[in-house]
């Protein structure tokens, strides 16, 4: 995979115009990054409350009605190797962000892979891990069951029980190239998995782009309401 970091510059409207050109790299690695990879399962039961508002002009009123209903929703959800890595040194986010990864191609350990590839080993182990994994699946099981709803104008959780059973733990190493550069003295990491080329990575902000860009929302904001107050 080629890593074509410039194309992680585009749709940045506060990134430094002088990032782009400026910016240094100073190293491109190669590591297998140790993960685990949980298989478990969620049982889980919600109860919404929901609305549905609808707003009518009754002679010199404007009059708004609104139906108010309870709605449960539960279901369970079977998952396989959910990844967490497990190196200390691997910022969370960076390796989060770079999933999903090609299971289909993994295969047993062996150091042919290794040539042009650092191997790291994990620091975190798998109990360590388990409460980012446990994490991972009651979330999803709670946007799964919150996707099921819909017809509604309002819709908020009232209460919720979700269980997770962590069933079995696999040990994985998966390929990811980590890019260093360097732009204004500071360091700027980006992380692409070896297996798709997704990349991700740190970008700067200019504070002037970003001041430029709230002036233009905000003053026309303000005339709108100057408009309404006084007009």
Same mark, same amino acid.
């Given at each position: 995979?080629?890593?074509? !970091? *410039? ?18 790299? /100073? ?5 297998? $990054? ?25 002679? %010199?009123? /404007? ?7 309870? $709605? ?26 770079? /999933? ?12 042919? &892979? ?9 620091? /975190? ?6 409460? *980012?994994?446990?994490? *991972? ?14 017809? &509604?104008?309002? $819709? ?5 029980? !979700? ?21 204004? %003295? ?13 990349? !991700?990575? %740190? ?5 002037? *782009? ?22």
């Amino acid at each position: 995979r080629q890593m074509c !970091i *410039r194309d992680s510059y585009r749709g940045k409207p506060f990134l430094p115009r002088t990032f782009t050109a400026g910016n240094h790299i /100073e190293e491109i690695q190669g590591v297998y $990054v140790p993960f685990w990879l949980f298989d478990g399962g969620a049982e889980g039961e919600v109860d919404y409350k929901a609305a549905n508002s609808r707003t009518y002009r009754d002679d %010199d009123y /404007e009059v708004t009605e609104t139906d108010h209903y309870d $709605v449960h929703r539960g279901g369970s959800i079977a998952f396989e190797k959910i990844p967490v890595d497990a190196s200390s040194k691997m910022p969370d986010d960076h390796m989060d962000s770079i /999933e999903p990864f090609d299971y289909a191609q993994l295969r047993p350990f062996s150091t042919a &892979y290794l040539p042009g590839f650092l191997a790291d080993r994990y620091d /975190e182990d798998e109990e360590k891990c388990l409460p *980012r994994a446990t994490r *991972r699946m009651e979330n999803t099981t709670r946007a799964a069951l919150r996707e099921t709803i819909d017809g &509604y104008s309002e $819709v908020h959780t009232k209460a919720e029980n !979700i269980n997770i059973d962590i069933r079995k733990a696999h040990y994985a190493l998966l390929p990811v190239w980590m890019l260093h550069t360097r732009w204004n %003295d500071k360091d700027f990491l980006f992380a692409m998995n070896g297996q798709t080329g997704r990349l !991700i990575g %740190d970008l700067p902000v200019d504070p002037k *782009r970003v001041a430029a860009w709230f002036a233009g929302i905000s003053l026309p904001l303000m005339v709108i309401l100057a408009l309404f107050l006084y007009g």
